[in-house]
């Protein structure tokens, strides 16, 4: 194998033999000998050797020990001790890959008195939890989490690794890809499993979407991919569903992080979270001016969505940021997407072309937003979209 | 304050087209651009700079032609420019591309700050970035919105999250990637372009860094690409014509099962 001990380097400090998974590391006459026979060369030591004594030649192209990767796993993304939706949308398609891979599920919770969520976790389709509880952990720090997903993966090895493409998901396993010395697709659309090499087959929109791609991870462990919101489907909950609880402990050096929270701010008004809404109301240059985005939050509130906007109207100064959907704003695929006086050029259609229902409301009838429109409206918005408000209403008994 | 502002050039994607007969991108005639993102790396980096003191240098992987990204970054404001370039790191995935370009970080040596684009829009994964700190084993804060300040070698900045913002404090060097909010970025000054033409760029072959060739381009890259296809085109829609009222009744009608 390509480990070893540079042994003029090494000096006795036993940080690698605490940190091995898997006890392959002992002292012997003050400097650390490793049992090659227990090594799975993980890292997990060459991270921690404040010395630089050990060191991994990598030559090999796969995982050492491909073949004892097994189980799927879900990365339980929590905010305030509350397990995101993703997670159960995730849940739901790893129960249907772990079927044709003949393996179970696990999922991994990592947070503070977060262990009363284990149960519905298992409910929700998990045969296992792993559960990392910590006053330290409470909320998310990029150095923390990824260094303890990073070695509970390296301990049991899944075959497959999954996470939301949320805020949080995407700037984690990010890191553990790359400590884990595996391939990570974001942003996938579409997962399945191939059914003579058992690979997961990745599905992720490409070019703003203009194109689609399937990828593979073939050689290394776990295959991770990170799942964009609203595409998978969660199981039912199903309360006589029995699973494993396990809680892990850790050393305090896992807990530190070099980055602080110093505030967490949550900008007013529910509908903010975009990618979580099920429906998405959206302004662009036909609205005019901020005064007329109540038209659209009014809209949105009878239907139990959440505003949008184009980079038009928030390069304008209408509507902060964090609503811009678009290339240089959020990707979304809600079940409805209203573009409201949205053209609907490519850099808006790239971030919500995948929505299941599009509604175009739009004076002219050329505009490109009818092309990919499910149902469209030719008409004055601030005449259209109150009477769309009042004939929700009557419809939804409101 | 010495900072690294990694961009990449990218197809145009508002450009890019498919080729119905073949199913294959049409690239031919789209422009490259420097990826939307990047612009904002690119003027935080200038930024800081202006406030700070120092020097910053823009890096990219790629193909010789993205030579032209970089220059465009000095004409923008960036001192230096390293084109990192090599048949070796061709078909290179997140993986492979970090591990490339934290080697040439590495030969840079002294840096503050790396600063990343939130993402490309050509993959749109917003990897390299958090990949580059886990490289390094330095502390990343992603999706930032703004820099606050920049003091005692600490940096205290705004992440953007779903439901608003994080304020946190990282000790330097550290990376961030950052998000449109973070500023408005600047025309080129004439001055600038001036400069961008004359401008001597860097280029660093496979050679030039201390890196293992098996961890490069396609060998060192765990994902492969199997299959590429057009996803279904939307199936034609259905106009609501006929008097405001009208439509509107006859859209909440459409509508109305799946709102229930």
Known sequence: MNIKVIVDKCVGCTLCVKVCPFGAISMQGKKAVIDLDKCTLCGACVETCKFGAIEIKRTSKQTENIQDYKGVWVFGEQKKGVVQPVVFELLGKARELAQKLHTDVSCVLIGHNVKARAQELIQRGADTVYIVDSADLENFLDEPYSKILTHLARKYRPEVLLCGATFIGRALVSRVAVKLHTGLTADCTGLDIDPKEKLLLQTRPAFGGNIMATIITKNFRPQMATVRHKVMKEIEVDASRKGKIIEETFDKPFFASRTKILDIVEEVGSTVNLAEADIIVSGGRGMRGPENFPLLEELAQTINGAVGASRAAVDSGWMPYSHQVGQTGKTVCPKIYFACGISGQIQHLVGMQSSKIIVAINQDPQAPIFNVATYGIVGDLFQVVPLLTKEFKKALNK | MNIIVCIKQVPDTTQVRI??????????????????????????????????????????????????????????????????????????????????????????????????????????????GPGISAHLDIPQVTYVKKIEEIKDKTATVERMTEEGFEILKTPLPCLITVVKEINEPRIPSLKGMMRAKKATITSWKAIDLEIEEVRLGLNGSPTQVVKIFTPAPRPKGQIFDGPADEAAHKLAQALKDILQ
Do not use: H, W
Not at chain 2, 105 to 118: A, L, P, S, V
């Open chain 2, 19 to 128: 080729d119905p007969q073949t199913n294959t991108l049409v690239r031919e005639g789209v422009q490259s651009i420097i990826n939307p993102f990047d612009m904002y790396a690119i003027e935080e980096g200038v930024r800081l700079k202006e406030k700070y003191g120092g020097k910053t240098t823009v890096i990219t992987m790629g193909p010789p032609q993205a030579e032209n990204a970089l220059r465009d970054a000095i004409a923008l404001g960036c001192d230096e420019a390293i084109l990192v370039s090599d048949r070796a790191f061709a078909g290179s995935d997140t993986l492979a591309t970090s591990y490339t370009l934290t080697a040439a970080i590495k030969k840079i040596r002294e840096f503050d700050m790396i600063i990343c684009g939130k993402q490309a829009s050509d993959g749109d994964t917003a990897q390299v």
